[in-house]
Structure formats: C-alpha cells, structure tokens
C-alpha cells in the first residue's frame, strides 16, 4: 500500500468522525433533559457557580460505549 493511500483513508475517516461530531453537538441542545438529571452537581455561590453533570456524563458514557461495542464487532 502506497504512504498516501493510508493518509487518504486516515483523512477520511477523521473527516467522517468530525462530520457526526457536529450533528452530535447539533442535536444536543434539543434533548431537554440532557444536563437536567437528577445527580447533576450545581452549586451557586454569590458571584461564582459551579456545574458537573455526574449523571449525564454515565448515561453518555454508556451510550457510547454501547455504539462502539456494536461496531467493533
């Protein structure tokens, strides 16, 4: 196999990742409930607040594990 056959299929693969990244990050803002769970850590100080969705983080986490453990087979 030729250096820039590698580097084409590598380029393309990256640019099919980015590609569902995006739609991710568009579709994100419309799940209502995504970052409002129950567990989610939000603590508001006078001037600061601080903001850790523990539970969005595991149920994603799950998820993407889910997808990746289909494809990977």
Do not use: H, Q
């Not at 099919?16 to 579709?27: E, K, N, S």
């Not at 209502?32 to 567990?39: I, T």
């Not at 889910?66 to 990977?72: D, Q, V, W």
Request: contains cysteine; charged residues 15%.
């Amino acid at each position: 196999m030729n250096s820039f056959e590698g580097l084409g299929r590598a380029l393309i693969v990256l640019g099919l990742i980015l590609a569902v990244l995006g739609g991710v990050f568009l579709l994100l803002p419309k799940i209502p409930w995504l970052g409002k769970l129950p567990g989610d850590l939000f603590f508001k100080g006078e001037k600061w607040s601080f903001y850790f969705p523990v539970t969005t983080c595991i149920i994603v986490s799950i998820i993407l594990t889910l997808i990746l453990a289909i494809f990977k087979r």
